[in-house]
């Protein structure tokens, strides 16, 4: 049971990754999930998120206009696609789901909140955006 976070590389900026969150052994449907970020030396910083059990979503400032997050219930995936990448947007992302929605926006959006007790998080993946 868990959560694997892939898609993550080097590109250019400007250029565009897409970001997939594979969930195993639970609904993602059933979950809230979302996309969290670290960069060295700075905070956590919660980047997109999306409801369970319907398709309302919620990004960032830093990345609104440029990111989406989606969800695939058939491959039991959600995916991140983030376009017009800039060099602050380096660092690693990571996936994690709860069942309870306001833990998880606690967690998302306190950067010093410990992620340990949501139900899943998964292992980064590194993006890395070359000025």
């Known amino acids: 049971v868990q959560l694997q976070a892939s898609g993550g590389g080097l590109v250019q900026a400007g250029g565009s990754l897409r970001l997939s969150c594979a969930a195993s052994?639970?609904?993602?449907?059933?979950?809230?999930i979302g996309w969290l970020r670290q960069a060295p030396g700075k905070e956590r910083e919660g980047v997109s998120r999306?409801?369970?059990?319907?398709?309302?979503?919620f990004n960032a400032d830093s990345v609104k206009g440029r990111f989406t997050i989606s969800k695939d219930n058939a491959k039991n995936t959600v995916y991140l696609q983030m376009n017009s990448l800039k060099p602050e947007d380096t660092a690693v992302y990571y996936c994690?789901?709860?069942?309870?929605?306001?833990?998880?926006?606690?967690?998302?959006?306190?950067?010093?909140?410990?992620?340990?007790?949501?139900?899943?998080w998964g292992k980064g993946t590194l993006v890395t955006v070359s000025s």
């Open positions: 994690a789901a709860d069942k309870i929605a306001p833990y998880f926006l606690q967690v998302f959006s306190t950067p010093a909140a410990s992620p340990a007790g949501l139900d899943y």
């Open positions: 052994g639970f609904d993602v449907d059933d979950y809230t």
């Open positions: 999306i409801s369970s059990r319907g398709s309302n979503t």
